[in-house]
């Protein structure tokens, strides 16, 4: 999916399936591409972003934008999230999301970003973590998440993501549109 806003318009995406397949993979879950220096707000919620070469790629060369990724699960992405430079930094925020198995990195963060916000993620099995200036932030996670096969995955009962997100960002229904009662779990499907 293409986001090329030209304009300060704010564009909300919840509960998609963004990727290919592991036979074909897409080349993007999600490229954002400002077109103009009036910054766009994109904002994504339980989303799963899988098998593409980029799940998220931010590319701010004609305009700044503000990208928020929360409560999102990756999955076998060549890269998770990926900034590369460009002449307007973004302000970039992901929180409570899950990144699993990506093949070369989960973060991979060109900078410089002086807005940038990220806290609760959960890592594992990645080829490498972070790239650039990506980086641990508050309450990480390196362990696996014991997901299920559904698409999307859910964490099974002992997950260390279940019940353990920030609560204040959490949107109030998961993917499947199921409550988030009783605590939020990370990724983009609530564990019931």
């Known amino acids: 999916m293409y986001v090329t806003p030209s304009g300060p318009q704010e564009v909300r995406i919840d509960g998609a399936n963004l990727g290919g397949t592991a036979a074909s993979p897409a080349s993007y879950g999600l490229y ?23 799940g998220v790629y931010i590319y701010n060369n004609y305009g700044p934008s503000e990208v928020s990724l929360v409560n999102c699960t990756f999955s076998n992405n060549g890269e998770a999230i990926a900034q590369i430079g460009g002449s307007y930094p973004p302000v970039l925020t992901y929180s409570n999301n899950i990144f699993v198995n990506q093949k070369t990195f989960a973060l991979n963060l060109a900078g410089p970003i002086p807005q940038l916000t990220h806290e609760n993620n959960l890592l594992f099995g990645n080829a490498n973590n972070y790239s650039g200036i990506a980086a641990d932030g508050a309450d990480y996670i390196k362990a696996d998440p014991t997901l299920d096969n559904s698409v999307p995955p859910e964490p099974r009962v002992g997950s260390p993501a279940r019940r353990t997100s920030v609560g204040s960002r959490a949107p109030a229904t998961d993917f499947y549109g199921v409550a988030r009662a009783g605590g939020a779990d990370r990724g983009a499907v609530q564990g019931l």
Do not use: E, G, I, L
Request: no cysteine; glycine share 0%; proline share 9%.
């Open 32 to 54: 954002v591409y400002p077109q103009s220096s009036s910054a766009p707000k994109v904002t994504v919620t339980n989303s799963y972003f899988h098998d593409s070469t980029r």
